[in-house]
């Protein structure tokens, strides 16, 4: 056994080693192609991408779970392995399936197979290995070591520290769906010249998607849920928004510009109104060359900024607009001492679906012993809080958490005509929010 664990050490070094080497290549020779990347795609890498997936997710056209290849897992790796490097692998279609959004509307997943998943987690690492010395410090969508709460803060730092007074909120119509294919590739080209990892991403893109027992294939777009997706969406967006956006920044704009991008979602702040309209346009034509849409109803420009309430109400209008990032409602408040504060809110929308979930939930476990509802609710509401818990939100969570307790309440006298929880009752109760540990379900 020592020796087994001594040899699967030695090779976690040798694969992180190799991709060192990626990155230190890839940070002093900006422009040349690579052109032997699929080596790193080794039998070792395919077991940890294997080991990374979700042990409870839905399988794919394949049906296979999880459970169902770990039963023989090293024989299942080799012959994948002999495949990715021989090229004989063939991407199976995905699987569409729909998930409610916020607004009423549908979101359109795939879901990959699982070899699939195993492949691309495989490609993804060694890829992220170069593109990370590539990718600029304002994309934070989707990428190593940067969360949504880095996006947050930095959002927060740079209008709070940076004298912008407009707000340009821009959002991609249908981003994942109107990709050019042929455009995605030729941007992978400009880095990596190993013509069979392009091959592999052909074959992810061509591969299809299966709904209800048809198949169609399209020359646009790249499937939401599949684990390149994310990483595809970036290199595509480097080159047609965040290079562009750098260098207009630095040779077109009057005055100071932030910008910061999570996937398809964009915010960039001017000093001046008419920096930002010339940027509009400009954005606007920019994105057209490379089939993308701005969406009319979710991109605007706003007044907003430390000195906007001033000077809108100088002007007799109302107080700033608001604008919504990453959850947030973002609002030009004041403080206890009357100075500018940016404040979050958490968006009431994406909260009263968080609370209609809990409730069709707590219907279903509504006979379940009440300290399991307890803790669950607990891990839910712990979970809520570590996202949403940011400066000048404490009023919202109190809802949240004020919402959380009355649905209790009203499930449990559900359960019985002779049960009559007071609200002194629930608010000892709720207390498990608190005081029951994450790991205790």
């Known amino acids: 056994m020592s020796q087994s664990n001594t040899c699967r050490a030695q090779n976690r070094e040798s694969v992180s080693q190799g991709l060192e080497r990626i990155r230190q290549a890839a940070r002093q020779r900006k422009k040349e192609q690579f052109t032997a990347l699929l080596h790193h795609v080794t039998f070792d890498r395919l077991r940890e991408s294997f080991q990374a997936l979700k042990r409870n997710a839905a399988p794919g056209v394949d049906g296979l779970t999880w459970q169902d290849y770990e039963a023989g897992l090293e024989e299942h790796l080799q012959r994948l392995h002999t495949q990715v490097i021989s090229g004989a692998y063939r991407a199976l279609p995905v699987r569409r399936k729909y998930i409610p959004k916020p607004d009423g509307k549908q979101r359109p997943l795939g879901i990959a197979a699982l070899e699939d998943k195993i492949v691309q987690r495989a490609v993804v690492e060694v890829l992220n290995a170069l593109y990370e010395e590539d990718f600029l410090g304002f994309s934070y969508g989707f990428r190593p070591g940067r969360s949504q709460h880095d996006a947050l803060d930095a959002l927060a730092t740079a209008i709070t ?34 013509e069979r990892v392009i091959r592999l991403v052909r074959k992810w893109l061509k591969a299809g998607v299966l709904e209800n027992g048809e198949l169609s294939v399209s020359d646009a777009g790249t499937p939401q849920g599949a684990v ?11 080159y047609v928004f965040d290079l562009w956006a750098n260098r207009w920044r630095r040779r077109e704009a009057k005055g100071n510009v932030i910008i910061l991008r999570y996937a398809d979602d964009i915010v960039v702040g001017f000093e001046h109104e008419a920096d930002a309209r010339r940027f509009w346009d400009a954005m606007r034509s920019r994105l057209e060359q490379f089939s993308l849409v701005l ?17 809108r109400k ?91 307790t009355n649905l209790w309440r009203r499930t ?13 009752q629930m608010t000892r109760l709720g207390m498990v929010f608190k005081t029951t540990s994450a790991g205790s379900c």
Not at 228 to 238: D, F, G, I, R, W
Not at 412 to 424: F, I
């Open 228 to 238: 390149a997706s994310p990483l595809l969406a970036n290199v595509y967006l480097h």
């Open 161 to 194: 520290n940076t004298p912008v007074n407009w707000i340009l909120d821009a959002d991609i119509l249908g981003f994942f769906d109107s990709v050019s294919q042929d455009w995605l590739v030729r941007f992978l080209e400009h880095r990596i010249g190993d």
């Open 412 to 424: 449990l006298r559900r359960r019985s005509q002779k049960d009559q929880k007071t609200w002194a």
């Open 314 to 404: 100088s002007r007799g209008l109302r107080r700033p607009e608001t604008f919504a990032f990453l959850g947030f409602i973002f609002i030009c408040g004041r403080s206890r001492r009357g100075t500018f504060q940016l404040q979050r809110k958490s968006r009431s929308d994406r909260m009263r679906t968080k609370l209609r979930q809990i409730k069709d939930e707590l219907r279903r476990r509504m006979h379940v012993p009440i300290p399991l509802q307890g803790r669950w609710l607990g891990q839910v509401v712990r979970g809520y809080f570590a996202y949403h818990a940011v400066p000048t939100n404490y009023r919202a969570l109190s809802v949240f958490r004020h919402h959380v």
């Open 295 to 311: 969406h009319p109803d979710k991109t605007r420009l706003i007044e907003f900024g430390r000195h906007a309430a001033v000077r």
